[in-house]
């Protein structure tokens, strides 16, 4: 059990680093509290499993240091740092049972027959894997497999953090969620340290407690699922996150106010920066609604989702979508739209200003 | 599903039907034609029955090449096999030295058979040969054209030489078609370099691995070509193999009759050890 720092943490594949895009890792900065369920989110090649790797020993990074709780780890192996990792297949070893399986790093770790058998039937327990025990690993199926991989790494009561590198990947829709359930729930008994690697939004915001979304070897936002939702830092934070994505649109800065397609939105402060490239403004479509004034649209296409209708509506800007409910009517051709001013947010060259 | 009969597949059928009939079946069908009949050429046949088999099956010499086939195959093997492993094991999985071993590995089968007998040959005759003259002038008594020892040591190691790349090739694809996770997990649960080979790459190169005993069993079995050109049998009939034996018998003394129905043996032989390895090592697959 460990509380977790990361500082100024880089990493790159190369031994020689020309440009910024030979990073695969750019300075990442974290804390992580002891016994709390962390995500790590974003999409394929933004480095999260780079970072994972490292946390649990299995890369050494170019630059920067590890510390569980106090204790500088970053030059020790997997083994000495006594972490478990799951990975995106089961990783089972074939030959062996079930429970021959889940005492494998006991035995290595040198415990007692009666200390093993204990641990390994309390898991085995924990997991639903009781009346598979002496079956051989490689006749279950997948998500019995993936449970035997949870389950070398809960067998240990030493281990610091508990890492999960997309587990549900080959994991069928409907047993996903059943085994998304038994992760919350055992992390909850065993209040360990765990740390779920997904690009997954549902999975990541279901599970943590705390969400980091990770962009191309950099982290754009940490926060809970609803600060995620409700106030994106990073104009990616919103593309990301949300089905469909926040509508993010160019805008003009004049006196401190949003100057969207000619008109000037409501904002909650006044906007000082000026020297941008680019300055763009945000809004969900879910907090987008129809009005008799305001910016003028064009309706392009309805689609209903059963609980929701995604309106696609273009503006000279450029489309915007708007999320209503299923039974809320849509104007038919023309309409006029307003943004809640709570949630508008203005990005200058792709971070927030506030 | 329904399928659709359709007859017609039968015509694509044929050709593969002509050109398995020609190269396999009539051939085949000939020896066993042969071997219940006596001829003593001019294709006249008088018909035998079942005695040439009789006489195989209780034959001295059929027995003393079957025995030495069955110990050189049980040998080459016991060598071949933990070799071909360790030699894939140590090979290198990324960088330049993957080709260069790679090319090296392969170098050994690309020679043909009759070359290699030739190359060995000379290479360990005791006077001239590299080989030969070296162990004789460390103190070795090496002569392998008259001592049996040292004509089966260099039959054996010329074999190990030929053919241990293929199990190393082998190995060496099953061996990096293991996700790194697997090396990864056990790197976490604590797993010695033993335990790793036990429980993650013996387990996992088990299809390559049966592929390759299968195929050096066959090889081996049948070997003919290189012992012909290393030693043509001798001394004596130290090393005369099955295959050496049998053309003895079919063209050496033309009993076309006995050497028939030896092939069908021989034959049934290797099918049978090759269906008794097959069925052993794949015992477990049908259960998961």
């Known amino acids: ?354 | 599903m329904n399928k659709t009969p359709n007859q017609k597949a039968w015509l694509f059928v044929i050709p593969v039907f002509a050109l398995v009939a020609f190269n396999a079946v009539v051939p085949l069908m000939t020896v066993v034609n042969y071997s219940f009949q006596e001829t003593f050429g001019s294709n006249v046949f008088q018909w035998e029955g079942t005695r040439w088999f009789k006489e195989i099956l209780h034959s001295e010499r059929f027995h003393a090449s079957l025995g030495r086939q069955f110990i050189f195959t049980f040998i080459i093997l016991l060598i071949q096999l933990p070799l071909g492993i360790a030699i894939a094991l140590t090979m290198p999985k990324k960088g330049w030295g993957v080709p260069v071993c790679l090319i090296l590995m392969s170098m050994p089968l690309l020679i043909p058979w009759n070359v290699v007998g030739a190359m060995w040959n000379i290479f360990a005759l005791p006077d001239i040969g590299f080989l030969g003259n070296s162990l004789n002038s460390l103190g070795f008594d090496y002569n392998f054209t008259q001592q049996s020892g040292d004509a089966w040591f260099t039959t054996i190691l010329m074999d190990v030489w030929h053919w241990t790349s293929l199990v190393v090739l082998l190995s060496y694809a099953g061996l990096n078609s293991i996700q790194p996770a697997y090396y990864q997990a056990a790197e976490i649960d604590g797993a010695s370099r033993w335990d790793i080979f036990r429980y993650i790459e013996l387990p996992k190169m088990k299809k390559v691995l049966t592929l390759a005993i299968l195929l050096r069993f066959m090889d081996s079995f049948m070997i003919y070509t290189e012992p012909f050109v290393l030693t043509g049998g001798g001394p004596g009939n130290a090393t005369n193999f099955l295959s050496l034996d049998l053309v003895k018998m079919a063209l050496g003394q033309f009993d076309l009759g006995p050497a028939a129905a030896m092939s069908l043996i021989y034959f049934l032989i290797v099918l049978l050890m090759c269906w008794v390895f097959y069925s052993l090592m794949m015992k477990d697959e049908g259960r998961t």
């Open chain 1, 1 to 354: 059990m460990a509380k977790i720092t990361l500082k100024d943490l880089s990493h790159s594949y190369l031994t020689k680093q020309s440009s910024d895009a030979d990073w695969a890792l750019k300075g990442v900065d974290i804390n992580w509290e002891d016994g709390g369920a962390y995500a790590l989110l974003g999409p394929s090649g933004c480095g999260k499993t780079t970072l994972l790797n490292i946390i649990s020993g299995l890369l050494k990074p170019t630059k920067g240091e590890i510390l569980f709780d106090d204790r500088d780890v970053t030059a020790l192996n997997p083994v000495e740092r006594d972490i478990a990792q799951i990975f995106q297949f089961p990783v089972i070893y074939d030959t062996m049972s079930v429970y021959d399986n889940l005492a494998f790093p006991l035995k290595n770790r040198g415990l007692s027959k009666t200390e093993i058998d204990a641990k390994v039937k309390e898991i085995g327990e924990m997991l639903e894997l009781t009346s598979t025990l002496n079956n051989k690993a490689a006749g279950l199926t997948a998500d019995g497999k993936q449970k035997i991989s949870l389950g070398r790494g809960l067998v240990r009561s030493d281990v610091n953090v508990i890492m999960f590198d997309e587990p549900l990947t080959v994991i069928d829709p409907h047993l996903k969620w059943v085994l998304r359930s038994k992760l919350k729930e055992l992390h909850q008994k065993i209040n360990r340290t765990m740390i779920y690697v997904t690009h997954d939004q549902i999975e990541a915001l279901t599970f943590a407690d705390q969400v980091v979304v990770m962009h191309e070897g950099q982290i754009v936002q940490t926060g809970t699922p609803v600060e995620l939702f409700e106030k994106p830092k990073h104009t990616f934070v919103g593309h990301f996150i949300g089905s469909p994505g926040m509508n993010i649109l160019p805008c003009e800065i004049e006196n401190g106010q949003i100057n969207f397609e000619g008109k000037i939105l409501p904002n909650n402060t006044s906007i000082k920066k000026l020297n941008f490239s680019k300055t763009q403004v945000g809004i969900r479509p879910e907090f987008i609604n129809f009005s008799d004034e305001g910016i003028e649209v064009k309706i392009k296409r309805v689609s209903n989702t059963g609980r929701h209708k995604v309106i696609d509506t273009e503006c000279s800007s450029g489309i915007i979508k708007i999320l209503t409910n299923a039974s809320a009517e849509i104007p038919s051709d023309n309409a006029h739209i307003t943004f809640d001013q709570k949630y508008t947010y203005v990005y200058g060259d792709d971070w927030i200003i506030e």
